[in-house]
Protein backbone atom coordinates (compact mmCIF):
# COMPACT_ATOMS: atom_id res chain seq x y z
CA UNK A 1 0.00 0.00 0.00
CA UNK A 2 1.34 3.52 -0.69
CA UNK A 3 1.89 5.75 2.34
CA UNK A 4 4.28 8.06 4.58
CA UNK A 5 6.82 6.20 7.09
CA UNK A 6 8.47 8.44 9.40
CA UNK A 7 11.31 7.04 11.37
CA UNK A 8 11.84 6.76 14.18
CA UNK A 9 8.89 6.67 16.07
CA UNK A 10 9.79 8.02 19.38
CA UNK A 11 13.26 9.89 19.56
CA UNK A 12 15.16 11.22 22.44
CA UNK A 13 18.21 13.48 22.49
CA UNK A 14 20.45 15.34 24.42
CA UNK A 15 20.67 19.70 24.25
CA UNK A 16 23.12 20.27 21.88
CA UNK A 17 22.57 17.38 19.32
CA UNK A 18 21.31 17.53 16.28
CA UNK A 19 19.09 15.14 14.97
CA UNK A 20 17.70 14.32 11.72
CA UNK A 21 14.01 12.84 11.04
CA UNK A 22 13.05 10.41 8.15
CA UNK A 23 9.78 11.06 5.91
CA UNK A 24 9.72 8.51 3.03
CA UNK A 25 6.64 8.49 0.42
CA UNK A 26 5.95 6.23 -2.54
CA UNK A 27 2.47 7.86 -3.17
CA UNK A 28 4.24 9.68 -6.68
CA UNK A 29 3.80 13.14 -5.21
CA UNK A 30 5.84 15.72 -5.77
CA UNK A 31 4.93 18.40 -2.64
CA UNK A 32 5.99 17.44 0.97
CA UNK A 33 6.13 18.88 3.93
CA UNK A 34 6.82 19.12 7.94
CA UNK A 35 4.74 19.95 10.42
CA UNK A 36 5.11 20.53 14.14
CA UNK A 37 2.71 20.05 16.61
CA UNK A 38 2.58 21.38 19.83
CA UNK A 39 -0.30 20.71 22.64
CA UNK A 40 -3.20 23.51 22.06
CA UNK A 41 -0.84 24.94 19.00
CA UNK A 42 -2.22 22.94 16.49
CA UNK A 43 -0.10 22.25 13.34
CA UNK A 44 2.60 24.85 12.32
CA UNK A 45 4.34 24.59 9.10
CA UNK A 46 8.30 24.24 9.34
CA UNK A 47 9.16 23.37 5.76
CA UNK A 48 7.79 22.56 2.22
CA UNK A 49 9.41 20.86 -1.28
CA UNK A 50 7.10 21.18 -3.97
CA UNK A 51 9.63 19.66 -6.26
CA UNK A 52 13.10 17.53 -6.19
CA UNK A 53 16.56 19.84 -4.99
CA UNK A 54 14.01 22.74 -3.96
CA UNK A 55 12.53 23.77 -0.74
CA UNK A 56 11.13 27.01 0.88
CA UNK A 57 10.63 27.93 4.75
CA UNK A 58 7.32 27.70 6.78
CA UNK A 59 6.62 30.08 9.36
CA UNK A 60 8.70 28.12 11.83
CA UNK A 61 11.89 27.69 10.11
CA UNK A 62 14.27 28.58 12.48
CA UNK A 63 16.75 26.61 14.04
CA UNK A 64 15.55 23.46 11.02
CA UNK A 65 17.24 22.32 8.03
CA UNK A 66 15.63 20.30 5.03
CA UNK A 67 16.66 18.32 1.96
CA UNK A 68 14.99 17.17 -1.21
CA UNK A 69 17.72 15.20 -3.20
CA UNK A 70 14.87 12.66 -4.13
CA UNK A 71 10.98 12.54 -4.95
CA UNK A 72 10.48 10.16 -2.29
CA UNK A 73 12.66 11.35 0.33
CA UNK A 74 12.18 14.51 2.96
CA UNK A 75 14.66 14.29 5.82
CA UNK A 76 14.18 17.00 8.57
CA UNK A 77 17.12 17.94 10.83
CA UNK A 78 16.42 19.69 14.04
CA UNK A 79 19.72 21.73 15.10
CA UNK A 80 21.07 22.36 18.49
CA UNK A 81 19.94 26.05 17.15
CA UNK A 82 16.11 25.12 17.72
CA UNK A 83 15.35 26.59 21.43
CA UNK A 84 12.36 24.27 22.31
CA UNK A 85 12.86 20.94 19.41
CA UNK A 86 10.23 18.62 22.29
CA UNK A 87 7.14 18.53 20.18
CA UNK A 88 5.28 16.18 17.52
CA UNK A 89 6.72 16.08 14.40
CA UNK A 90 4.46 15.45 11.46
CA UNK A 91 5.35 14.77 7.65
CA UNK A 92 2.73 15.14 4.92
CA UNK A 93 2.84 14.76 0.71
CA UNK A 94 0.21 16.49 -1.44
CA UNK A 95 -1.62 14.81 -4.02
CA UNK A 96 -1.63 17.89 -6.12
CA UNK A 97 -4.47 20.32 -7.43
CA UNK A 98 -6.72 20.71 -4.40
CA UNK A 99 -4.62 21.10 -1.59
CA UNK A 100 -5.08 17.97 0.46
CA UNK A 101 -2.42 16.28 2.79
CA UNK A 102 -1.49 12.80 3.70
CA UNK A 103 0.62 12.72 6.88
CA UNK A 104 2.94 9.70 8.03
CA UNK A 105 2.33 8.93 11.90
CA UNK A 106 4.76 11.39 13.20
CA UNK A 107 7.67 11.76 15.22
CA UNK A 108 7.75 12.49 18.89
CA UNK A 109 11.25 14.11 19.71
CA UNK A 110 11.86 14.45 23.27
CA UNK A 111 15.47 16.86 24.35
CA UNK A 112 17.04 15.68 27.85
CA UNK B 1 -4.47 36.95 6.33
CA UNK B 2 -5.98 33.49 5.79
CA UNK B 3 -7.30 32.09 8.51
CA UNK B 4 -9.09 29.16 9.65
CA UNK B 5 -11.08 29.09 13.13
CA UNK B 6 -12.19 26.14 15.61
CA UNK B 7 -14.18 28.26 18.40
CA UNK B 8 -14.01 25.25 20.78
CA UNK B 9 -10.70 23.86 21.95
CA UNK B 10 -12.38 21.18 23.54
CA UNK B 11 -16.01 19.50 23.10
CA UNK B 12 -17.13 16.90 26.15
CA UNK B 13 -20.93 14.73 24.86
CA UNK B 14 -22.16 11.26 26.05
CA UNK B 15 -22.09 8.77 24.48
CA UNK B 16 -25.00 8.04 21.85
CA UNK B 17 -25.17 11.83 21.67
CA UNK B 18 -25.30 14.17 18.68
CA UNK B 19 -22.11 16.69 18.51
CA UNK B 20 -21.41 19.22 16.39
CA UNK B 21 -17.73 20.92 16.19
CA UNK B 22 -17.58 24.45 14.92
CA UNK B 23 -15.33 25.68 11.84
CA UNK B 24 -15.09 28.99 10.48
CA UNK B 25 -12.59 30.54 8.17
CA UNK B 26 -12.23 33.92 6.02
CA UNK B 27 -13.79 34.67 3.32
CA UNK B 28 -12.85 33.73 0.14
CA UNK B 29 -13.96 33.16 -3.52
CA UNK B 30 -12.17 29.93 -3.84
CA UNK B 31 -11.60 27.97 -1.14
CA UNK B 32 -11.09 23.71 -0.48
CA UNK B 33 -12.49 22.52 2.65
CA UNK B 34 -11.17 19.94 5.26
CA UNK B 35 -11.47 17.82 8.36
CA UNK B 36 -9.01 15.57 9.56
CA UNK B 37 -9.30 13.59 13.25
CA UNK B 38 -6.10 12.68 14.87
CA UNK B 39 -5.81 9.49 17.47
CA UNK B 40 -3.48 9.78 20.41
CA UNK B 41 0.12 9.47 19.14
CA UNK B 42 -1.09 8.88 15.60
CA UNK B 43 -0.75 10.91 12.31
CA UNK B 44 -3.98 12.89 10.63
CA UNK B 45 -6.28 10.99 8.88
CA UNK B 46 -8.41 12.18 6.28
CA UNK B 47 -12.56 12.14 7.34
CA UNK B 48 -13.94 14.05 4.86
CA UNK B 49 -13.23 16.94 1.92
CA UNK B 50 -15.53 19.52 -0.21
CA UNK B 51 -13.98 20.50 -2.82
CA UNK B 52 -17.25 21.52 -4.81
CA UNK B 53 -20.64 20.28 -5.80
CA UNK B 54 -23.32 19.33 -2.81
CA UNK B 55 -23.13 20.81 -0.08
CA UNK B 56 -23.71 18.25 2.16
CA UNK B 57 -20.42 16.15 2.29
CA UNK B 58 -20.33 12.38 4.19
CA UNK B 59 -16.95 11.02 5.34
CA UNK B 60 -16.08 8.36 7.24
CA UNK B 61 -17.32 6.78 10.69
CA UNK B 62 -19.77 8.56 9.95
CA UNK B 63 -19.55 12.11 9.60
CA UNK B 64 -20.46 14.86 7.73
CA UNK B 65 -20.01 18.42 7.19
CA UNK B 66 -22.05 21.54 5.63
CA UNK B 67 -20.30 24.19 3.45
CA UNK B 68 -21.93 27.53 3.76
CA UNK B 69 -20.73 30.16 1.94
CA UNK B 70 -22.76 33.03 2.89
CA UNK B 71 -21.41 31.93 7.06
CA UNK B 72 -17.83 30.98 5.87
CA UNK B 73 -18.31 27.78 8.00
CA UNK B 74 -17.71 24.39 7.52
CA UNK B 75 -19.13 22.62 10.78
CA UNK B 76 -18.60 18.85 11.42
CA UNK B 77 -21.42 16.66 12.64
CA UNK B 78 -22.30 13.37 13.92
CA UNK B 79 -25.88 12.04 15.07
CA UNK B 80 -24.98 9.38 17.45
CA UNK B 81 -20.90 9.10 18.80
CA UNK B 82 -19.22 6.54 20.04
CA UNK B 83 -16.67 6.20 22.89
CA UNK B 84 -14.40 5.33 19.97
CA UNK B 85 -14.45 9.05 18.27
CA UNK B 86 -12.89 10.44 21.05
CA UNK B 87 -9.95 12.24 19.63
CA UNK B 88 -8.43 15.57 18.02
CA UNK B 89 -10.35 16.63 14.62
CA UNK B 90 -9.13 19.87 12.72
CA UNK B 91 -10.39 21.72 10.23
CA UNK B 92 -8.28 23.06 7.21
CA UNK B 93 -8.80 25.21 4.24
CA UNK B 94 -7.29 25.96 0.92
CA UNK B 95 -7.31 29.12 -0.64
CA UNK B 96 -6.91 29.12 -4.32
CA UNK B 97 -5.48 25.83 -4.08
CA UNK B 98 -2.56 27.07 -2.07
CA UNK B 99 -0.88 25.29 0.67
CA UNK B 100 -3.59 23.83 3.59
CA UNK B 101 -4.27 26.32 6.93
CA UNK B 102 -5.36 24.44 9.66
CA UNK B 103 -7.36 25.63 12.97
CA UNK B 104 -6.03 24.85 16.43
CA UNK B 105 -8.03 21.45 17.20
CA UNK B 106 -11.05 20.52 18.71
CA UNK B 107 -10.72 17.46 21.44
CA UNK B 108 -13.86 15.59 21.39
CA UNK B 109 -14.37 13.91 24.60
CA UNK B 110 -17.03 10.89 24.53
CA UNK B 111 -18.36 9.32 27.66
CA UNK B 112 -20.40 6.09 28.59
Known amino acids: DGGITQSPKYLFRKEGQNVTLSCEQN?????MYWYRQDPGQGLRLIYYSQIVNDFQKGDIAEGYSVSREKKESFPLTVTSAQKNPTAFYLCASDAGGTGELFFGEGSRLTVL | AQSVTQLDSQVPVFEEAPVELRCNYS??????LFWYVQYPNQGLQLLLKYLSGSTLVKGINGFEAEFNKSQTSFHLRKPSVHISDTAEYFC??????????FGTGTRLQVFP
Open chain 2, 27 to 32: SSVSVY
Open chain 1, 27 to 31: LNHDA
Open chain 2, 92 to 101: AVSYNTDKLI
